[in-house]
């Protein structure tokens, strides 16, 4: 497998682009944007609240203030996007208006307490049941300055960072383990006075946020699919543009710790994040264990990994990873039975799991459980090894990938959709 390949948008930033461009005073211009079922369940919610949105090669979002968005007449839905859901709850919470906002029946198994206690112990009006979505708000004026995200998520940190940047007075939000930084990379280059420094964020006040004018880097995440074909059985494969945010970077730094052939060139910087070129090419990898504080740089690429911990050789470990059950599957369950499907054999923990390679795995049926990540590493199994390893929903991949099946073909795998 050999090429070049230019990825899809990044997710997380593509998410954050299109609600903070609604929140900007004036119009964002964002080239490469995501455009999956994901970031099109957000896009939509932000028509609903009377924003104007252009699609085209560059879409063009024109924003009207902090305080510009209107009441929805219909329920507000995330679809199957947890970021979408999250990241809305502190953004609701701190308008003028009601509003309800919904999910797919995969989303509303996921938890968003974790958020909304959080917001609620200290003074919004949210009514939750259970956890779970549908979530009622109402307007009201309330307000924190200190804030513990008590969890390591930066969906989370996020969703209390938005509702921060309506106070009047700054406000410390806290993390017990530093997360993903988008939010406040973004935030800051839009003119927001945010300051980070260790494990703490500072928001002052913000009277108001600049246009965006960004062309949103490669998805590391979704690049991670590629990554691991091209150590399995890569000549050369090169990631175009990619996204290189120290905080995303946890899948290549252990891959590369395993013995893995990797290489990042062309670094720069734009728009307040690190982008480069990721190289790969075929390698031998090894056992190794990866510990708690290492799993939030690269809790999405854990399936992916699994897998090939079930092609290295020795004894590959990973404690500290259980925020996997309350992804869009029990990812600990689900790439459990993925690997007993195929013939191969791991010991699955409540945060963690140890596997034994170089496994020979055989032909199977995957149950995706309509897991996005868990479908693109059955067919990345199914490549490497050419073996008959069929995930039972390919639409799924949608949601975060929708370009994965032409990139697979760019870099010389026969596909047959």
């Known amino acids: 497998m050999s090429g070049n390949v230019a990825l899809i948008g990044d997710k997380s930033i593509s998410h954050r682009a299109i609600i903070f461009a609604a929140l900007a005073d004036g119009t964002s211009n964002i080239q490469n944007l995501l455009m999956s079922e994901d970031t099109k369940a957000t896009l939509k919610i932000i028509e609903q609240m009377g924003i104007d949105i252009k699609l085209n090669d560059t879409v063009s979002i024109i924003g009207n203030g902090l305080n510009g968005l209107k009441e929805p007449k219909k329920d507000l839905n995330a679809m199957n996007s947890g970021t979408t859901a999250r990241l809305l709850i502190g953004l609701l919470s701190k308008q003028n208006f009601s509003s309800t906002l919904k999910g797919s029946p995969q989303l509303n198994k996921r938890p968003m307490n974790r958020i909304t206690d959080l917001l609620v112990q200290n003074g919004a009006s949210i009514n939750i049941k259970n956890s779970f979505l549908p979530i009622k708000f109402k307007s009201s004026e309330y307000s924190?300055?200190?804030?513990?995200?008590?969890?390591?998520?930066?969906?989370?940190?996020?969703?209390?960072?938005?509702?921060?940047?309506?106070?009047?007075?700054?406000?410390?939000?806290?993390?017990?383990?530093?997360?993903?930084?988008?939010?406040?990379?973004?935030?800051?280059a839009m003119g927001a006075n945010i300051l980070r420094l260790g494990n703490t964020i500072t928001v002052s006040p913000t009277n108001n946020l600049k246009p965006l004018n960004i062309s949103i880097p490669g998805d590391i995440s979704s690049g991670a699919f590629l990554i691991a074909l091209g150590v399995l059985k890569g000549k050369e494969i090169i990631l175009e543009n990619m996204l290189i945010n120290e905080r995303r970077l946890g899948f290549v730094k252990i891959l590369k710790r395993m013995g893995a052939n990797i290489e990042i060139v062309n670094i720069n910087e734009e728009n307040n994040e690190v982008i480069g070129d990721i190289k790969v090419k075929k390698s031998t990898l090894n056992g190794t264990t990866v510990t708690k504080e290492e799993v939030a740089d690269f809790i999405d690429e854990i399936p992916i990994f699994t897998f090939l911990a079930s092609q290295a050789i020795g004894i590959t470990k990973l404690v500290g990873a259980?925020?996997?059950?309350?992804?869009?599957?029990?990812?600990?369950?689900?790439?459990?039975?993925?690997?007993?499907?195929?013939?191969?054999?791991?010991?699955?923990?409540?945060?963690?799991?140890?596997?034994?390679?170089?496994?020979?795995?055989?032909?199977?049926?995957?149950?995706?459980?309509?897991?996005?990540?868990i479908a693109m590493t059955a067919i990345i199994a199914n490549i490497a090894l050419g073996k008959k390893i069929i995930p039972d929903n390919k639409e799924c991949i949608k949601d975060s990938y929708p370009s994965f099946f032409e990139d697979l073909k760019e870099l010389g795998a026969e596909i047959n959709e």
Do not use: C, W
């Open 144 to 188: 924190f300055n200190f804030q513990n995200t008590l969890v390591p998520s930066a969906q989370v940190k996020s969703a209390l960072i938005i509702a921060s940047l309506y106070h009047s007075e700054p406000t410390l939000i806290e993390e017990t383990v530093a997360t993903r930084d988008h939010t406040e990379r973004m935030l800051i």
């Open 322 to 373: 259980e925020e996997l059950k309350v992804k869009e599957s029990d990812r600990l369950d689900v790439m459990k039975k993925f690997i007993l499907e195929l013939g191969g054999k791991i010991e699955v923990y409540d945060d963690g799991f140890e596997i034994k390679g170089i496994q020979d795995l055989r032909d199977g049926l995957i149950k995706t459980f309509d897991d996005h990540r």
